[in-house]
Nanobody
Framework: EVQLVESGGGLVQPGGSLRLSCAAS????????MTWVRQAPGKGLEWVSTVYTIGTASYALSVKGRFTISRDNARSTLYLNMTGLKPEDTAVYYC?????????????WGQGTQVTVSS
């Protein structure tokens, strides 16, 4: 059973930092690209960042320079380190597993964790 469990969300002030975690199980974690996707209230899904199996990463322009994605294959855990947070970063953040075929083809999603940036 594939499971993705996010944690680390919460309320932070603008300019603050937060680290999200995603505990993965039920598959060979190191064989798959992993992605963070977010959804702001009343908005559609927005791709945030992907880390590939070799450790390289891609970021949305809106978060580049502020967010860092990483993975710990030994612990089957995905991370998103967020700094310089802005109110527009407020969203539910989802941990997403890619298929073996394409990094942007997703087959499993976590339950999401809420990030709220407000003073």
């Amino acid at each position: 059973e594939v499971q993705l469990v996010e944690s680390g969300g919460g309320l932070v002030q603008p300019g603050g930092s937060l680290r999200l975690s995603c505990a993965a199980s039920g598959f060979s974690f190191s064989d798959y690209a992993m992605t963070w996707v977010r959804q702001a209230p009343g908005k559609g899904l927005e791709w945030v960042s992907t880390v590939y199996t070799i450790g390289t990463a891609s970021y949305a322009l809106s978060v580049k320079g502020r967010f860092t994605i990483s993975r710990d294959n030994a612990r089957s855990t995905l991370y998103l380190n967020m700094t310089g947070l802005k109110p527009e970063d407020t969203a539910v953040y989802y941990c997403v597993k890619s298929t073996l075929t394409l990094a942007d083809e997703y087959d499993y999603w976590g339950q999401g964790t809420q990030v709220t940036v407000s003073s």
